[in-house]
């Protein structure tokens, strides 16, 4: 099992800044990937970007390319979502999710077996 815990969410004005995190415990070592997704209300959960533990590298959702950055820091099995110029339409419930499988893209919910509790972040106009 792996458990996730993020945090950092936040209200915060257009244009602005935030950094989400996602501590990892238990079985981190099975961990392939970790991604993050957000759910707007009435919207259904979508991708957000992902990182591989083993090559580190990232994909983005077209929506957030060049906005946001995803890293992370092994030694304290955390990773990171770097956030900015924040739209309101970014506003959602950041999830980060753990994939224990071996997959060419990590794009899709199924494909993560672990989830976060989520945090709120709200973008004001």
């Known amino acids: 099992q792996v458990q996730l815990v993020e945090s950092g969410g936040g209200l915060v004005q257009a244009g602005g800044s935030l950094r989400l995190s996602c501590a990892a415990s238990?079985?981190?070592?099975?961990?392939?990937?970790m991604g993050w997704f957000r759910q707007a209300p009435g919207k259904e959960r979508e991708f957000v970007a992902a990182?591989?533990?083993?090559?580190?590298?990232?994909v983005y959702a077209d929506s957030v390319k060049g906005r946001f950055t995803s890293s992370r820091d092994n030694a304290k099995n955390t990773v990171y979502l770097q956030m900015n110029s924040l739209k309101p339409e970014d506003t959602a419930v950041y999830y980060c999710?753990?994939?224990?499988?071996?997959?060419?893209?990590?794009?899709?919910?199924?494909?993560?077996?672990?989830w976060g509790q989520g945090t709120q972040v709200t973008v004001s106009s």
């Open positions: 999710a753990a994939s224990g499988l071996i997959r060419r893209t990590y794009y899709f919910d199924y494909e993560y077996n672990y």
């Open positions: 238990g079985r981190t070592s099975s961990v392939t990937a």
């Open positions: 990182i591989r533990t083993s090559y580190s590298d990232t």
